[in-house]
C-alpha cells in the first residue's frame, strides 16, 4: 500500500486577503492550514516527508504541496499514478451546514474546506489520479493517528492539543487493536491553543508563527 498524506488548505490566506483587504499582514494568519507539507508511507513505512516551504521559498506557506509530494515521488522512484491513495489532515465536510448561514463563510468552505476544492488542486497538478481516492480526514484524528502508528505501543491512550482542528482544540482517544475510539473533546470556542497565540499576537510577535519565541521568553 502506497499512502500519500498531505497537510495545508491552499487559499486560506489569500481568501481573507479579498474578503477583508487592509488588514495588518500579521492578522492574516489568524487562518488554518499553514504549514502544507506531503508524506510518502510505503506498506506503514514513512519514506519520505517534506515541507512545501522548503521548495517554494514561502515561509509557512499553506500552498497546495507541489513541490513537497514530487519530491517524496521523486525520493522513492515513483510516479504519481503508483500511489493508492491520497489522505488530507483536514474533513470539513460535516460542517458544511454551519458554514451556509451566510454568504461569506459558504464561498469560504466552497473555495478552501470542501472535499471538491481539495479535489480540484489535485486534478489541477495530477488530472489522472482517481478523485475516489482521495480521502478526507478529521484533524485531530490524523495527529492521533501519526502519534499511536508510531509509538510501539498497542493499547495506550492519544491526546492532541492544538489551537483547533475543524471543531476542536483537544481530542483524547484510547488506542488498540490498531482502532482509535474518541473518548471526549473540547471545543474550539475554549482553545488554550489559541488564546497562547492571541498573547503571541498582543506582543507583537506573529500569530500561528511566533508561539515558541513567547515560550522562550518565559523563563
Not at 508511507?41 to 517534506?50: L, M, Q, R, S, T
Not at 515541507?51 to 522513492?76: M, N, V, W
Not at 489522505?87 to 459558504?106: C, E, L, M, Q
Request: hydrophobic content about 40%.
Amino acid at each position: 500500500m502506497k499512502l500519500l498524506g498531505i497537510s495545508g488548505l491552499d487559499g486560506s490566506v489569500s481568501f481573507k486577503k479579498a474578503q477583508w483587504p487592509g488588514l495588518d499582514e500579521r492578522e492574516y494568519r489568524i487562518s488554518q492550514g499553514h504549514d502544507s507539507a506531503a508524506a510518502l508511507i510505503i506498506d506503514g513505512v514513512c519514506v519520505a516527508a517534506a515541507a512545501e516551504e522548503r521548495f517554494s521559498r514561502k515561509k509557512h506557506t499553506g500552498d497546495f504541496p507541489s513541490g513537497a509530494i514530487q519530491y517524496c515521488l521523486s525520493e522513492a522512484g515513483l510516479e504519481i499514478g503508483d500511489v493508492d491513495e491520497i489522505a488530507h489532515g483536514f474533513d470539513y465536510a460535516p460542517y458544511r451546514k454551519v458554514f451556509s448561514v451566510d454568504p461569506i463563510t459558504a464561498e469560504l468552505y466552497r473555495n478552501v474546506f470542501s472535499p471538491e476544492s481539495l479535489a480540484g488542486h489535485v486534478r489541477q497538478r495530477f488530472p489522472a489520479f482517481p478523485p475516489e481516492h482521495i480521502h478526507s480526514v478529521q484533524h485531530h484524528l490524523a495527529h492521533a493517528a501519526s502519534a499511536f502508528c508510531t509509538s510501539g505501543w498497542d493499547d495506550c491512550l492519544v491526546v492532541v492539543i492544538d489551537g483547533m482542528g475543524e471543531a476542536h482544540s483537544a481530542s483524547i482517544y484510547h488506542a488498540k487493536d490498531n482502532k482509535l475510539q474518541k473518548l471526549h473533546h473540547i471545543s474550539a470556542n475554549d482553545s488554550i491553543g489559541i488564546l497562547y497565540s492571541l498573547v503571541t499576537l498582543h506582543l507583537g510577535f506573529d500569530f500561528n508563527s511566533d508561539e515558541y519565541k513567547i515560550m522562550g521568553l518565559a523563563p
